[in-house]
């Protein structure tokens, strides 16, 4: 089946610096990519749908010029934790569609990306 | 705005009982609900899809049934085991090409 990955699986890092993380389809192009985030004990939350080519969508509340989100092809989307806080600790995950020739469409997930910022 | 519960939050049983986890959703629109379980500190692993038009899926001993009409789904798993312990997440699909909305999980803890 389609496989989607994070890179990194885990991140450390200090406050005020940036995090990049990456998600990739790896054996299908996605035009559509989604960005999550799960604090502890919580569900999963949209944070933004990526669009290959165009800028991000974002939720209400997710602030666009700390999360920066770069789609520049069909199977890469970036995530960019700017200027990264403790509050920013969480379990971000990516998800990317994978549309079948025959007009279904089905959404793999990433193993995601634990970012701790202390 | 879609909204998902899940009932019961959490769930404790003993080896071989066979027990029901309940998904609503408020907007019965959806392009498919989908099942999930997330192990403690990892990411999710699909368990059963249904599609809008479908009524159940089933896969080994588990069964998940979708009422649209009603805004429900049922996971059904049949002789639990240990293994089976984690955290079980629905979510709905709101259209082709959009996200999805998860609901807040249940919590089983399957003893030996």
């Known amino acids: 089946g389609a496989v989607v990955s994070q890179h990194p699986s885990r991140v450390i890092c200090k406050s005020g610096t940036s995090v990049k993380i990456e998600c990739r389809s790896l054996?299908?192009?996605?035009?559509?990519m989604f960005w999550y985030r799960q604090f502890p004990k919580q569900s999963l939350m949209l944070m933004a749908t990526?669009?290959?080519?165009?800028?991000?969508?974002?939720e209400q509340g997710v602030e666009k010029d700390k999360f920066l989100i770069n789609h520049a092809s069909l199977t890469l989307s970036t995530l960019t934790v700017t200027s990264a806080h403790p509050e920013d600790s969480s379990f971000y995950i990516c998800?990317?569609?994978?549309?079948?020739?025959?007009?279904?469409?089905?959404?793999?997930f990433g193993p995601g990306t634990r970012l701790l910022v202390l | 705005k879609q909204e998902v519960t899940q009932i019961p939050a959490a769930l404790s049983v003993p080896e071989g009982e066979n027990l029901v986890l309940n998904c609503s959703f408020t907007?019965?629109?959806?392009?498919?609900l989908q099942w999930f379980r997330q192990d403690p500190g990892k990411g999710l692993t699909s368990l059963l899809l249904?599609?809008?038009?479908?009524r159940e899926q089933t896969s080994g001993r588990l069964n998940a049934s979708l009422d649209k009409s009603s805004g429900r789904s049922t996971l059904y798993i049949a002789a639990s085991q240990p293994g089976d312990s984690a955290t079980y997440l629905c979510?709905?699909?709101?259209?082709?090409?959009?996200?999805?909305?998860f609901g807040p999980g249940t919590r089983l803890s399957v003893l030996p």
């Open positions: 990526s669009n290959e080519g165009s800028k991000a969508t974002y």
């Open positions: 907007d019965s629109a959806i392009y498919n």
């Open positions: 979510a709905v699909r709101l259209d082709y090409g959009q996200n999805f909305v």
């Open positions: 998800s990317a569609d994978d549309r079948l020739l025959a007009g279904e469409e089905t959404q793999y």
């Open positions: 249904i599609q809008s038009s479908q």
């Open positions: 054996d299908f192009q996605a035009t559509t």
